[in-house]
């Protein structure tokens, strides 16, 4: 019977939501393995709209869900729908709406919190004991999900380790084709776009996660 893993996004587009590329990286890989696929995000404003052509904020609201919805083919539905009971494995692409849209990282980086349905939705998979993959930023909120001594990794970049560090978690530098996976946590977690902009190397660290977590489930 195939697996059943859900995707939560945090928006559209990597300046002020979901990283689109390893969105999309990650829902072909399990499409690959034959896994079906389910998105959700929450249906909350984006903390910031960015132009994506001059990375600078404007003036416009916009809804999470909603757009989700432009990766998705309009198939993205409300976090608080996500049951874990329902599926095998859960999966978090990067992008800044993870730190920005699903938590508050990046404005409170240590002393941050995730988004109240969005962490109640993990929190169904960490209890469930069913593997959840992290990418590129995601795994800055590891110790706020998993807590004290979880192992993750999002890159090799100093200053953020340093953050996840004094946020609780065990960081392990790794290149952009490599997983760190925490087997007591069933998490798995890879830096993609963290560490490159070229789609062929993230792909190869992405196809790594998707593997090992259907491999968990």
Do not use: W
Request: overall charge negative; glycine content about 8%; charged content about 20%.
């Amino acid at each position: 019977m195939s697996k059943k893993v859900a995707i939560i996004l945090s928006g559209c587009g990597v300046f002020d939501g979901a990283e689109i590329n390893e969105t999309v990286l990650t829902a072909l890989r399990l499409d690959q393995l034959g896994a079906k696929v389910e998105f959700f995000a929450p249906d909350i404003l984006q903390t910031a709209v960015v132009n994506h052509q001059t990375n600078e904020p404007t003036n416009e609201q916009r809804n999470v869900l909603v757009e989700s919805c432009r990766i998705t083919r309009g198939k993205s539905r409300d976090v608080r729908e996500l049951k874990a009971a329902d599926f095998d494995a859960l999966i978090l692409p990067g992008g800044f709406g993870v730190a920005s849209n699903l938590s508050d990282f990046a404005s409170k980086g240590a002393a941050c919190t995730v988004q109240k349905d969005t962490l109640a939705a993990i929190l169904g998979f960490k209890d469930a004991k069913k593997p959840v993959g992290l990418i590129c930023i995601s795994p800055a909120l590891s110790a706020k999900i998993y807590g004290e001594g979880v192992r993750c990794t999002i890159g090799t970049d100093a200053g953020t380790a340093a953050v996840v560090t004094q946020m609780g978690a065990q960081h392990q530098d790794t290149a952009v084709d490599g997983i760190v996976v925490d087997e007591v946590h069933r998490l798995v977690t890879t830096p993609a776009y963290m560490l490159t902009e070229s789609l062929s190397e993230a792909a190869k660290g992405i196809n790594k996660l998707v593997e090992q977590v259907l491999a968990m489930a």
